[in-house]
DNA sequence: TAAAGCGGTTTATATTATAAACCAAATTAT
DNA sequence: ATAATTTGGTTTATAATATAAACCGCTTTA
């Protein structure tokens, strides 16, 4: 039992968050998606997405856009730069907690 | 914008906790450590730290034997085979949130 | 022997996640 | 036409969780 003090970095609170996370996981390999296409990819309820959804556009990671789809309204998603370099940041400071090497 | 549903499998609530998977992680890695050591490397509070390794000892996940150091008590903690799994479980499941190929 | 420190536990509080209840617009059935 | 259903969400209430504060017994030091 040697003194390393390895102190682990904080993980980020808004991406620490299953559904928040899955929406980012998402939002980073499309150019953008729809409430219903996440909705139905991360099978959450309408009203925890939409908090969630909230949440990350409240933090700057990701854009939300009201537009039509048809009559339909339709609300679009997109990641933005600070949310992609969270995302980044995120995934190496966890691999520190899941013994995976960085990179 | 395909219809992929790739429905995201779930994180072990237990395990998808800061400082629980701090300990998780602090343990897989050494034959036992002891309550003071563990306090040390996360920076957590002792209160907190008590609750949570609690609950992952409930769990099974890890086992926690309650020694002496000289005159002074000293709590030892050990992941059980039952957390080892949980473990890496986590970190496959997790994976496929971080966009990290499996294996 | 009083005071301070150590190694924790118990309990109260603040935060967070989540679903239930709700709403307006559009569609379908009568 | 209009009543009933569905769609695409938001707001709000509740349940769960994390976290620290307060506490406790024992030991060491003053």
Known sequence: MEEKQKTFKPLDPLLH???RLAVMSILIGVVEADFVYIKSQT?????????????????????????????KTCTL???????????????????????????
């Open 17 to 19: 968050s299953e559904l």
């Open 43 to 71: 099978g959450a309820t309408a009203g925890n997405l939409s908090v969630q959804l909230d949440k990350l556009s409240a933090a700057g990671y990701i854009e939300v856009e009201k537009t039509f789809k048809g009559k």
């Open 77 to 103: 998603c997109r990641i933005t730069g600070k949310g992609r370099d969270a995302f980044a940041e995120y995934v190496e400071t966890l691999k520190q907690y899941l013994q995976i090497p960085k990179g």
